[in-house]
Nanobody, 114 residues
Framework: VQLVESGGGLVQPGGSLRLSCVAS????????MSWYRQAPGKERELVAT????????NYADFVKGRFTISRDNTKNTMYLQMNSLKPEDTAVYYC????????WGQGTQVTVSS
């Protein structure tokens, strides 16, 4: 199993970013996928989850209405569209799948600062 995140960077408050997670080594379309994040000095927290076919999504309260999780099973890729970014969204964002055990990508840094 390999998960590779990209798309992070430095953005001003109120800005947008789109994260991508390319998956390989398993049948992507059969598994629910999630985005997590970890800010410095804090525990890793769940941001959003999407079901295997993409028909259902769930979000943490702190991103509802601002972030959108999606996937393209033809490309083995999951996305996180992040709008109206706030300084408190600054964190390393990780892609996650649970397949017998949890797998994680290397993470992509998102920094929201003026």
């Amino acid at each position: 199993v390999q998960l590779v995140e990209s798309g992070g960077g430095l953005v001003q408050p109120g800005g947008s970013l789109r994260l991508s997670c390319v998956a390989s080594g398993f049948t992507f379309s059969r598994y629910h996928m999630s985005w997590y994040r970890q800010a410095p000095g804090k525990e890793r927290e769940l941001v959003a989850t999407i079901t295997s076919a993409g028909g259902s999504t769930n979000y943490a309260d702190f991103v509802k209405g601002r972030f959108t999780i999606s996937r393209d099973n033809t490309k083995n890729t999951m996305y996180l569209q992040m709008n109206s970014l706030k300084p408190e969204d600054t964190a390393v964002y990780y892609c996650n799948v649970v397949r017998l055990r949890a797998y994680w990508g290397q993470g992509t840094q998102v920094t929201v600062s003026s």
